[in-house]
């Protein structure tokens, strides 16, 4: 059970009324973690907004969500592991990428460079060295990209922190344990 009071559908009123029916209107429902974080606003308009910032980045919706499955793999979300399983499905990635990703093993090149580039950003807690960042580049990504992906596990970190603080009640098909 959630440790915050969330704000149910029902009982949301102006700015957090709006918010939700864009979410519903997009996703089909909204999600707990937004019930949740939309008991501080402030947490939830962040992370809406940076979701809006980081889709009209040059990521791939599918490279955006290997990022997410990284990162909330790194810090053992299960909720974020679910909700972006299904998102890197709709990406079009296989149950097997998806596992892979996650387990920091993909099969294909330049996604196993994003993903040793992300561990390696959380690993070292952003002290990275220059040659990892060359390995990166020479996977055929950018200097924006590498901007972007610090981007996306900053909104991870947030979310997947909300997460266990929170202890969010799982509302998508939970992820395949590793």
């Known amino acids: 059970m959630s440790r915050?009071?969330?704000?149910?559908?029902?009982?949301a009123q102006g700015e957090i009324k709006e918010l939700y029916e864009a979410i519903e209107?997009?996703?089909?429902?909204?999600?707990?973690?937004?019930?949740g974080m939309a008991v501080g606003p402030v947490l939830?308009?962040?992370?809406?907004?940076?979701?809006?910032?980081?889709?009209?980045?040059?990521?791939?919706?599918?490279?955006?969500?290997i990022v997410r499955l990284v990162v909330s793999q790194f810090n053992g979300?299960?909720?974020?592991?679910?909700?972006?399983?299904?998102?890197?499905?709709?990406?079009?990635?296989s149950g097997e990428e998806i596992l892979a990703a996650r387990r920091g093993r993909p099969q294909d090149e330049k996604q196993a460079a994003l993903v040793a580039f992300v561990r390696r950003i959380l690993d070292t807690k952003g002290f990275v060295?220059?040659?990892?960042i060359e390995a990166f580049r020479d996977a055929g990504y950018t200097?924006?990209?590498?901007?972007?992906?610090?981007?996306?596990?900053?909104?991870?970190?947030?979310?997947?922190?909300f997460n266990h603080v929170n202890a969010t009640e799982l509302?998508?098909?939970?992820?395949?344990?590793?």
């Open 44 to 65: 939830l308009k962040a992370y809406l907004q940076l979701d809006e910032l980081i889709a009209a980045g040059t990521l791939s919706g599918a490279e955006q969500d």
């Open 77 to 93: 979300c299960n909720y974020c592991l679910a909700a972006h399983t299904k998102t890197a499905a709709a990406q079009g990635l």
């Open 129 to 132: 060295e220059a040659a990892d």
């Open 171 to 178: 509302d998508f098909p939970e992820a395949e344990t590793l």
């Open 25 to 35: 209107q997009e996703m089909g429902k909204v999600p707990n973690i937004f019930k």
């Open 143 to 161: 200097d924006a990209q590498v901007c972007e992906v610090i981007t996306i596990i900053g909104q991870k970190m947030m979310s997947n922190y």
């Open 4 to 11: 915050l009071k969330a704000i149910d559908v029902s009982e």
